[in-house]
């Protein structure tokens, strides 16, 4: 393998990284948000 597809591929694996982290951080962030929704809706119906 020449030393450019060498760097190309650690890029690569650098982007697939970070593309992993965000979409976990994303669904972190959804269930965040669920929950945040229910536990609001559950104080304006007076149930906590």
Known sequence: M????????ACIAV??????AREQA???SRSLIRRCANSIRAAHRGGI
């Open 26 to 28: 994303i669904g972190a």
């Open 2 to 9: 020449s030393s450019i597809e060498e760097q190309v591929a």
């Open 15 to 20: 982007i697939e990284g970070s593309h992993a």
